[in-house]
C-alpha cells in the first residue's frame, strides 16, 4: 500500500503528510502523473453513469456472433471464444480462432 500511495502521488509521501505521518512531503521516487484531463475525465463520468447500458449494447452486439458463426465452426474451419464457467462476458470484444 505504501508504494501505491507514492505512485499515486507523482512519487511524494503526500498521503503521510496529510494524516500527519510526516511534517512535509517530499520525494520519494520518480512518480509520472497518472491523472487524465478534464475533457477525459468528463468524457469517463459519463461512461461510468451509462455503463450498464454501454455493457448490455455490446451485449448484445456479442451476442449475435455466436449463431452467425456456428456454421463455421461445426465445420472446423474456425473456433469460437468460450467464457469460463463462473465467468460474465461484457462484450468488450470477439475474436475467432483459426488454424
Not at 499515486?8 to 512531503?25: A, C, L, N
Not at 517530499?26 to 509520472?32: H, N
Not at 461445426?74 to 473456433?79: I, K, P, Q, T
Not at 469460437?80 to 468488450?92: L, S
Amino acid at each position: 500500500m505504501h508504494r501505491a500511495e507514492i505512485i499515486r502521488e507523482k512519487g511524494t509521501d503526500r498521503s503521510r503528510f496529510f494524516r500527519g505521518e510526516v511534517d512535509k512531503y517530499t520525494w520519494q521516487e520518480a512518480g509520472p502523473s497518472f491523472l487524465p484531463g478534464e475533457l477525459i475525465a468528463s468524457f469517463l463520468s459519463v461512461q461510468l453513469d451509462e455503463a450498464g447500458k454501454i455493457t448490455d449494447a455490446r451485449l448484445a452486439c456479442w451476442g449475435r456472433y455466436p449463431a452467425a458463426l456456428a456454421v463455421m465452426e461445426a465445420a472446423g474451419r474456425l473456433r469460437r471464444p468460450v467464457v469460463p464457467e463462473g465467468c460474465e462476458q461484457n462484450g468488450h470484444t470477439n475474436y475467432v480462432l483459426l488454424s
